[in-house]
DNA sequence: AAATCAATTTAGCCTTGACTAACTTTAAAA
DNA sequence: TTTTAAAGTTAGTCAAGGCTAAATTGATTT
């Protein structure tokens, strides 16, 4: 247990860093493949031109990532072709959508703008834990049932 | 107005993750700041030894760190000396410890246990805009009064 | 005053994520 | 079928933010 005892003991700063870090070496992976799964769905395939588009960023930046992206499991692709998703990018992919409409409906919920809320929840998404997201579910929730 | 006469028409998405971007390429300079606030009431200074030993990276990391904010005026620093804060830096500081609070406050009141709060305000806290902040700033404080 | 130890700095390396410019491939039009 | 335009790729550059290892400085002991 070591120096844990006393009630709300507030986290060691350096885990809380650490765990900052980690959330940001996930977010990109987990931006593509929820725009990707969007595209998929939407247009039918994921080109990178329209990951481009969506994402503001060069072709050459989006080429970089679908690679780290394959070397990781998540997708893949073959040259001039279109990208797709593995078994393990769609699970991801649903499980960010999932967390990204809890949490662009809770700021709804809470009295947001909804254009306000896209930008935010694109940010606050990343660093939500199964908890707090547990609680922005059940506020939204029990504000419409 | 271009596009955008619909009740709560989408932000272009491009423009949300140019946005997400902005806000990542703050965040260092923002967690620091503050740090370095805090060892100063806390301890008097701010050595590079507590910084790396707070943020849980090398002494190395955060020299470079350090002139980065020095180059952009947040911090002054002269060689085997302790780290101070700029004009800049200390408004950016309690801008920043402010907002901390409020996020932290905000999660608690909805439930959050105290130690996930502490985490979660983290990586929350940069993308937060000040609407929201006004939604989570008032939501805390309703409950209180 | 010299030795030692802790703190800081420097140098060099790595990955991510961005860019431009130039090149190749694919698909569509002439 | 040839040409052209769009899409995709490759090569090279850069900054941020990490690291290790080695050198230096400052402060404390002996």
């Known amino acids: ?60 930046t989006v080429n970089n990532t679908i690679k780290r992206l394959e070397r990781d499991g998540f997708v893949t692709s073959r040259p001039y072709r279109s990208v797709f998703l593995t078994d393990e990018g769609r699970e991801l992919a649903a499980k960010c959508r999932k967390r990204h409409e809890i949490v662009y409906n809770f700021l709804v919920a809470l009295g947001v703008d909804p254009t306000t809320a896209e930008f935010d929840a694109e940010g606050i998404e990343h660093h939500v834990s199964e908890e707090t997201l547990r609680m922005f579910a059940g506020f939204a929730g029990g504000k419409r049932g």
Chains 1, 2 share one sequence.
């Open 1 to 60: 247990m070591g120096d844990r005892s006393v009630p709300h003991a507030r986290p060691n700063k350096a885990e809380v860093f650490a765990r900052l870090r980690e959330a940001h070496a996930r977010e990109v992976t987990e931006d593509y493949v929820e725009m990707i799964a969007d595209l998929i769905e939407e247009e039918g395939e994921a080109r990178s031109v329209a990951l481009a588009e969506r994402f503001g960023v060069t072709a050459a």
